[in-house]
């Protein structure tokens, strides 16, 4: 079994900075990736982004793209997200999650094997 916490969430102003970070309780072996995902109040999840520990591919949806970064420490078993740029839409939970056994990263949340529970970010004035 693999813990996933998420940390970094909090109250930012719109056009500010935030890193989530995504740590990982153990190695994971073999294939592997981490999504993040988010959840605003009334609607679905939606995958933000994700990054492969098998060669580093990385994806942003289009609502991100350019304005966070996806990265790893395999060192730490970590993740982060750096957001810069952020707007109010962008106000969700954000959950980390880990797909095993794929090449590539996916943000197809069904086929992730463990979560995080999630941290909230507030884009607000």
């Known amino acids: 079994q693999v813990q996933l916490v998420e940390s970094g969430g909090g109250l930012v102003q719109p056009g500010g900075s935030l890193r989530l970070s995504c740590a990982a309780s153990r190695l994971i072996s073999g294939y592997y990736g981490i999504a993040w995902f988010r959840q605003a109040p009334g609607k679905e999840r939606e995958g933000v982004s994700c990054i492969s520990f098998s060669d580093g591919t990385t994806y942003y949806a289009d609502s991100v793209k350019g304005r966070f970064t996806i990265s790893r420490d395999n060192a730490k078993n970590t993740v982060y997200l750096q957001m810069n740029s952020l707007e109010s839409e962008d106000t969700a939970v954000y959950y980390c999650?880990?797909?095993?056994?794929?090449?590539?990263?996916?943000?197809?949340?069904?086929?992730?094997?463990?979560w995080g529970k999630g941290t909230l970010v507030t884009v607000s004035s």
């Open positions: 999650a880990a797909v095993v056994g794929l090449r590539v990263c996916t943000v197809n949340m069904y086929r992730m094997n463990y």
